[in-house]
């Protein structure tokens, strides 16, 4: 039987995605990329904002005009937006089984008791900021080892989860009740999988947990699992997202100057610039401590590049609140930064709280003008890179066509990243891809480096 998988939302389900195909096809399903070709059709589904939901629901309307025609079809949906919604989606004809994301183990189980009886099941947490733990994380923890060698991923890169859920309550955010409590995974079973990882020709690891920086395990640290994931032989980057700026250790910087396969790179959301909103938010900094750690980033490792979040038009948010968060761009100059508007979360603290009192035309307003402030820097940051030589790690043929295209005909385009995270597009041939190249940049754009392989 076939299967085809939608993805949405962050790096966690696009880790649990690759979990989950792998399962499947251990279990001896097959892969297809053509829905209407599938027997099953699985959807990650991520909570986040409302337009993540309501792209799911518009599949999910997508499908029951498919099953009209091919009513054997079996519809899975799971990950954020099954536990948030947990029964309910069951009410949609079209799905068949809802499956929250601690629950992703059991997922080829639920499919193969479908379709031996034929029977709508559920698999989520009915409390998942109460109930025991450890028996569940033992399991998800086999399931990754189990099934970590993705055939989604780029060429010789891996995600590798260090944690899990959240304990910190933003209070605009879904996250932790649609992933649990925060919990550690022991240092010894990150390491035994990034070891095996490596063995199977992986080169550059990413850490994922929603605050990485707050890894602790037994008193051990994440700057110590650093300096321990960078003893593994075969893994020549690491990288690691996203980091919460609060109580961040400062050894996290010293290990990116000690130790050459720690990028460079660090994604630490400030969200607003304005501490009126950060208060409102629960984020537990104001923004003066925020820049401190920017400060603290450059003045240990001066050429980090540093990549934020923002969300503008949250409750209450003036024109003078939003002018602080342009400042606070301004002045971190990020490498490049995410804009959300602020969409409210049912059963958010927030949202039970804060009249979503920002109009949509002015969240727009402002997520554009933010946008072209960011842009700017971007352009310039980008055009001090012209006539340097960059490493990339190839990725593969780049989607779009891109400017500069040259007219060497049928030499394909193709896309790498650095270690800081830029993208560069340059001609070369598809056997690079998973390969580390030298590319001499010519040319710029605020998004995109161009160049040639030296
Ligand atoms: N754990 C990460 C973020 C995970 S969610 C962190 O704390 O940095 C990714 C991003 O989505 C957040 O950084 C935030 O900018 C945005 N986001 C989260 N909830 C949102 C909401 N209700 N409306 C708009 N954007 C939101
Ligand atoms: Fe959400 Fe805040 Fe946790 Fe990030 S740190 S996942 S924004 S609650
Ligand atoms: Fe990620 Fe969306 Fe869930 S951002 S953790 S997939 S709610």
Redesign the pocket.
């Known amino acids: 039987m076939e299967f085809f998988v939608q993805t949405y939302g962050?790096q966690m389900n696009k880790l649990d995605t690759n979990l989950v195909i792998n399962s499947f096809v251990h279990a001896g399903f097959e892969l297809t990329d053509q829905p209407s070709e599938a027997d099953i059709v699985l959807i990650n589904t991520c909570s986040?904002?409302q337009h993540a939901e309501e792209r799911v629901l518009s599949l999910l309307g997508h499908l029951k005009h498919i099953k009209k025609t091919q009513p054997g079809i079996i519809v899975a949906v799971f990950g954020c937006m099954a536990q948030r919604l947990k029964e309910d989606l069951l009410r949609y004809e079209v799905v068949n089984i809802v499956c929250g994301p601690l629950q992703i183990p059991q997922l080829v189980g639920l499919v193969n008791k479908t379709i031996e009886q034929n029977t709508k099941l559920a698999a989520v947490s009915s409390d998942i900021r109460h109930n025991p733990q450890q028996q569940q994380s033992d399991q998800l923890d086999d399931f990754e080892l189990l099934y970590d060698l993705a055939q989604d991923n780029l060429p010789a890169q891996a995600y590798v989860r260090v944690m899990r859920g959240?304990d910190?309550f933003?209070s605009?955010?879904?996250?932790p009740y649609v992933r649990g409590p925060e919990a550690s995974r022991p240092p010894q079973k990150i390491i035994a999988q990034i070891k095996k990882l490596a063995d199977a020709g992986i080169k550059q690891i990413t850490l994922l947990g929603?605050?990485v920086n707050s890894y602790r395990y037994n008193g051990s640290s994440f700057a110590d699992l650093l300096y321990e994931v960078s003893k593994i032989n075969g893994i020549e980057w690491i990288k690691f997202v996203?980091?919460?700026p609060k109580n961040f250790d400062e050894r996290i910087f010293k290990a990116m100057v000690d130790l050459p396969k720690i990028c460079r790179y660090l994604h630490i959301?400030a969200?607003s610039g304005s501490d009126k909103i950060l208060k409102a938010m629960s984020r537990g900094y104001t923004c003066g401590q925020y820049l401190e750690i920017i400060d603290k980033a450059r003045d240990i490792v001066p050429d980090i590049a540093i990549a934020g979040?923002?969300?503008v038009g949250f409750p209450g948010e003036t024109d003078e609140d939003f002018q602080k968060t342009v400042e606070l761009v301004e002045k971190t100059q990020y490498k490049n930064c995410?804009i959300?508007?602020?969409?409210?979360?049912p059963g958010?603290r927030?949202d039970g709280k804060l009249a979503d009192n920002v109009p949509m035309e002015v969240k727009k307003q402002r997520n554009i003008k933010l946008l072209a402030v960011q842009e700017k820097i971007s352009e310039n940051l980008n055009k001090s890179f012209i006539g340097r030589t960059v490493k990339v790690l190839v990725e593969g043929t780049s989607k779009k066509s891109h400017l500069d295209k040259t007219d060497k005909q049928g030499v394909p385009q193709l896309i790498g990243r650095t270690a800081g995270d830029f993208i560069a597009v340059f001609d070369g041939p598809e056997n690079l891809a998973g390969q580390f190249v030298d590319i001499v940049i010519t040319k710029t754009s605020a998004l995109t480096l161009f160049g040639q392989v030296n």
């Open positions: 962050c986040v904002r959240c910190n933003c605009y955010c879904v996250v929603q605050t996203t980091c919460y959301p969200q979040d923002f969300i995410f959300f508007k602020y969409s409210p979360r958010t927030a």
